[in-house]
T-cell receptor
Framework: GDSVTQMEGPVTLSEEAFLTINCTYT??????LFWYVQYPGEGLQLLLK?????DKGSNKGFEATYRKETTSFHLEKGSVQVSDSAVYFC???????????FGSGTRLLVRP | KAGVTQTPRYLIKTRGQQVTLSCSPI?????VSWYQQTPGQGLQFLFE???????NKGNFPGRFSGRQFSNSRSEMNVSTLELGDSALYLC?????????????FGPGTRLTVT
């Protein structure tokens, strides 16, 4: 079945460092891809999405490009802030049922 | 526009009891999905409703059920609670059903079973 694999965390960075969180997927057909963020004690917030190959999703300085050839959707940010500390989830939208299938999440900790 | 609301936010129940959780979607959204989040299993899909009909169901036992009302509000019920049902239950709404449709999540209901 469809699945999403994320890099293990936690990822610890200093403020203003460059961020990459790796995400790869396995799916039949052409899924849509999403990044969600979860702050402590809260639900998930949609960060960005891409619906077809080579699409780039972007929001709040975060970017991810849908790479069909490598089945990847890596999240990047050029300069992280302490307020970016959270858990980030990569997800795909299953074509047959439209449910979201999530990766295991990657915790990001940004130090001042 | 108000976001997805879930009530209650926290709940403590005893093993064997049953529980009902409520979700109000964003105004105008007709699809509601439920997910269970646990440290061990991560985020898992429970079920999805659209126009009062359950369209999809995840791999959970029959103790987990749900419904959707004509105003799109949804409830999920868990009967005969087990310790392993302790989790954060998240509700998400979307305008329509489709692969690229964005799902917006509520803050969740934290269920603790003792």
């Amino acid at each position: 079945g469809d699945s999403v694999t994320q890099m293990e965390g936690p990822v610890t960075l200093s403020e203003e460092a460059f961020l990459t969180i790796n995400c790869t997927y396995t799916a039949t057909g052409y899924p849509s891809l999403f990044w969600y963020v979860q702050y402590p004690g809260e639900g998930l917030q949609l960060l960005l999405k891409a619906t077809k190959a080579d699409d780039k999703g972007s929001n709040k300085g975060f970017e991810a490009t849908y790479r069909k050839e490598t089945t990847s959707f890596h999240l990047e940010k050029g300069s992280v802030q302490v307020s970016d500390s959270a858990v980030y989830f990569c997800a795909l939208s299953d074509h047959s049922s439209y449910k979201l299938i999530f990766g295991s999440g990657t915790r990001l900790l940004v130090r001042p | 526009k108000a976001g997805v609301t879930q009530t209650p936010r926290y709940l403590i129940k005893t093993r064997g009891q049953q529980v009902t959780l409520s979700c109000s979607p964003i105004s105008g959204h007709r699809s509601v999905s439920w997910y269970q989040q646990t440290p061990g299993q991560g985020l898992q899909f429970l079920f999805e409703y659209f126009s009062e009909t359950q369209r999809n169901k995840g791999n959970f036992p029959g103790r987990f059920s749900g419904r959707q009302f004509s105003n799109s509000r949804s409830e999920m019920n868990v009967s005969t609670l087990e310790l392993g049902d302790s989790a954060l239950y998240l509700c998400a709404s979307s305008l329509e059903v489709g692969v690229g449709n964005e799902q917006y999540f509520g803050p969740g209901t934290r269920l603790t079973v003792t």
